[in-house]
């Protein structure tokens, strides 16, 4: 479905060198990125601002041009076939309107009809089935210019998917929401995904967005891909520890030691044991049980977030050479 | 082809809606671009009532030529005269959502912003070119009134060409300002005057290296069957069309060639 390799670009930077001279820099914000996508995955493209994501979404459809490197969406290389493509993809900029600013949101998708050429019927089922699931019908005949920012992004989704394409590119669709319009948001796109017969590319900082919709992820940073693969994998790959908390009616008479499961912190009454990604915590918590003394058990999964800033803090400037899916 | 002109025929008419939803502001702009064009008559006028022919060209041949070089640039500025914005739309990185639809982005450009408000202006060249050729007492033949059909449309496609080559430089150059303008409406100016009164290099490059002179002056000598001063023969009035075929061209091929520099901006 999407297929790059080593994709680069470029942007030359003039910066201030003196009262009328600039200097010229070439800056690659894309830096050889290698993907391949299948039909029907969701992926979640993360990066610190800056990375390279915008710019690796705008290569992938058509918008800029790579400055060396492959790359094929449906089949079609981007700028070249960029309204052939265009058919068979849906894009959100969360950051920039695609709607007609004056007119009735309702007007926007009767115009997106015709551009796309969508047939009637295929129109209305799915502009019925966005407006059930997005709630538009309240503000199908306002403004778009006078929408909140949630029910404009409701709008964007909907004008994205109405020509039914097999890619749905998203870029930061959930920035700037409110908890509601995020869940909303959300929920509809996982809905989508679950069905299975659109892809999902999505960049976003917010990692609850992953969590919920995407079971891979591409982390990229100074146009590099530093990981990609399963949010487990991740874990794995960071040494992320799960962390065992155990309540207890009175303290422990001995210590109890299971290979793997380490001690954190030990208050008498709350024991913390971390274990690694790999280590099952089954032998843990049937020890802490046959003590008789437990009255409470949770176990913590590791923070994504924590992996995350872990990961743009090392040196990411080394390549994966690998999927570690 | 057909149905894709009646997409571009609903977002047309979309934009009209839309500037509709300003109403009082579209009539204000309307009525205002109509005072402003009528300043550049009164400058021939002015220079006419001190001396009584300007390089060889009496008062009423100069208003033909005046009348063709108005009507060719307000038709081209009702179509593409918005094309300026892609300034902005650069800048801004609008161009963005303009590129991820399945249509032309130059002629979804034009659609977003057709000038109506611009309309008073053709309507306003339309009469001073009439009655500059009722004036100047033509002696209308067969190829004169071929000729007074022609040489505006032509003008226009010149003109049209001439601004998406020229609002193009947006893409390398973001900081373009108002360069673009500059050289359209210096252009317009130019050919609102007899090309006899430039003189050298100037001359040159704007009569003959872009291409002015066959907006107005020739297809003008031919309508006033007046020799050339500058000696050109008088059938040269006929090549206009092939001139602004040319120019056309070229301007696609540089908007496709600025299209790819595109740069987007971050977000």
Known sequence: MIYTKDLRKEFIVRTKAGRFRRARKTVAAVDGVSLTIERGEMVGYLGPNGAGKSTTLKMLTG?????????????????????????????????????????????????????????????????????????????????????????????????ALLHGPEILFLDEPTIGLDVVSKQAVREFLAELGERGDTTIVLTTHDLADIERLCRRIVVIDHGHVVHDGTIEALHARYGSRRRVIADLNEPLPHRIDVPGAELESDTGLRLVFSLDGANSVGPLVSKLASSGLLRDLTIAEPEIEDVIARLYQSDARVPQPSPAT | MAETLRVYLKLIAAQGRAQASYRTSFWLDLAGST?????????????????????????????????????????????????????????????????????????????????????????????????????????????????????????????????????????????????????????????????????????????????????????????????????????????????????????????????????STGS
């Not at chain 2, 973001?174 to 050298?200: H, K, M, Q």
Request: glycine content about 10%.
């Open chain 1, 63 to 159: 918008v800029l041009t790579p400055s060396s490197g492959e790359v094929k969406v449906c089949g079609l290389t981007p700028v070249p076939q960029r309204i052939k493509l265009a058919k068979r993809i849906g894009v959100v900029f969360g950051q920039r309107s695609a709607l007609w600013w004056d007119l009735p949101l309702g007007d926007s998708f009767e115009l997106l009809r015709h551009i796309y050429r969508v047939p009637p019927a295929e129109h209305a089922a799915r502009l019925l089935r966005c407006r059930d699931l997005l709630e538009l019908d309240e503000f199908m005949q306002t403004p778009v210019r006078q929408l909140s920012l949630g029910q404009r992004m409701r709008g964007e989704l909907t004008a």
């Open chain 2, 35 to 263: 005072v402003v064009v009528g300043a550049d008559l009164l400058t021939v006028l002015v220079i006419f009532s001190r001396v009584p022919t300007l390089a060889g060209f009496a008062i009423k041949e100069t208003l033909i030529l005046f009348g063709l070089a108005l009507t060719s640039f307000s038709l081209a500025d009702l179509i593409v005269g918005n094309i300026e914005k892609i300034r902005i739309y650069v800048r801004m990185g609008s161009l963005d959502t303009v590129m991820i639809r399945p249509l032309s982005v130059l002629a979804q450009l034009l659609c977003a912003d057709v000038g109506f408000r611009r309309a008073g202006r053709i309507v306003y060249a339309a009469a001073v070119l009439v009655v500059a050729t009722g004036y100047a007492g033509i002696d209308w033949t067969p190829e004169r009134v071929a000729m007074v059909v022609i040489a505006p449309i032509a003008g226009a496609a010149f003109f049209c060409g001439f601004f998406v080559a020229t609002s193009t430089v947006a893409f390398w150059w973001i900081e373009s300002g108002e360069i673009a303008n500059s050289l359209t409406y210096g252009g317009r100016d130019f050919t609102s005057y007899p090309i006899t009164v430039y003189s050298g290099w100037f001359r040159k490059i704007f009569a003959f290296g872009l291409g002015f002179a066959f907006v107005a002056y020739y297809p003008g000598l031919l309508l006033l069957g007046k020799q050339d001063p500058l000696g050109g023969p008088s059938w040269l009035g006929w090549l206009s069309p092939l001139v602004s075929a040319a120019v056309l061209g070229l301007a696609a091929f540089i908007w496709r060639f600025g299209v790819r520099h595109y740069r």
